[in-house]
């Protein structure tokens, strides 16, 4: 149980334009879904909170106009990166939380983003 | 949020077993201990979690004394397919997010 599934798992786009990634945990209801950010040879580095049917919670440097998250259900949250550039290019995890609160976060399998 | 310090690399054999410790001096009354692991270019998958003394299950052993101040994730055991990246979390898991600060977690190298 508590599967979250991402996609895509890996897009390459085009300087100046928008990519939109979709976490879903499909067996569970996520009440709050996080989106981390990961560098080659760094650890995770948390984003945003996003909570469903709120405005996410964004953490100190992350530009909320560039990453926007959506969490339009308890099922789906989506995180697109808008006019993206060569820096933008990382690997871009989510997770979900379940109602029940026991504090385990379950992990999607990441998204591979490249701007060229 | 609780900060942690764990080694940055450990080197194990296949079958051995391997304990990974975690010290979280500053952990609070309400903050449980998570262990995660991660392979290259995937999500972290969650391990064990556990309060205080001795919590098991079906992978790993999770060692927490009396102090809380620190803990030892137990890898019975261990064969080529463990080697990842282990990282340990100390929060609150009731408060409303609940949010977990990665730290710069374990390199776990398994040679034949």
């Known amino acids: 149980g508590a599967v979250v599934s991402q996609h895509p798992s890996w897009v390459i786009c085009k300087s100046g334009t928008s990519v939109k990634i979709e976490c879903r945990s499909l067996d569970f209801q996520a009440t709050t879904m996080f989106w981390y950010r990961q560098f080659p040879k760094q650890s995770l580095m948390l984003m945003a909170t996003?909570?469903?049917?709120?405005?996410?919670?964004?953490e100190q440097g992350v530009e909320k106009d560039k990453f926007l998250i959506n969490h339009a259900s308890l099922t789906l949250s989506t995180l697109t990166v808008t006019s993206a550039h060569p820096e933008d290019s990382s690997f871009y995890i989510c997770?979900?939380?379940?109602?029940?609160?026991?504090?385990?976060?379950?992990f999607g399998a990441g998204t591979r983003l490249s701007v060229l | 949020l609780a900060k942690t310090t764990q080694p940055i690399s450990m080197d194990s054999y296949e079958g051995q077993e391997v304990n990974i410790t975690c010290s979280h001096n500053n952990i609070a009354t309400n903050d449980y201990i998570t262990w995660y692991q991660q392979f290259p270019s995937q999500g972290p998958r969650f391990i064990i979690q556990?309060?205080?003394t001795k919590v098991t299950n079906e992978v790993a052993s999770l060692f927490i004394p009396a102090d809380r101040k620190s803990s030892t994730l137990s890898l019975p055991r261990v064969s080529l397919s463990d080697t990842a990246v282990y990282y340990c979390?100390?929060?609150?898991?009731?408060?409303?997010?609940?949010?977990?600060?990665f730290g710069k977690g374990t390199m776990l190298l398994v040679s034949p």
């Open positions: 556990g309060y205080k």
């Open positions: 997770s979900a939380q379940n109602s029940e609160r026991s504090g385990i976060q379950y």
């Open positions: 996003s909570n469903e049917g709120s405005k996410a919670t964004y």
């Open positions: 979390l100390v929060g609150d898991r009731n408060s409303g997010y609940s949010t977990l600060t």
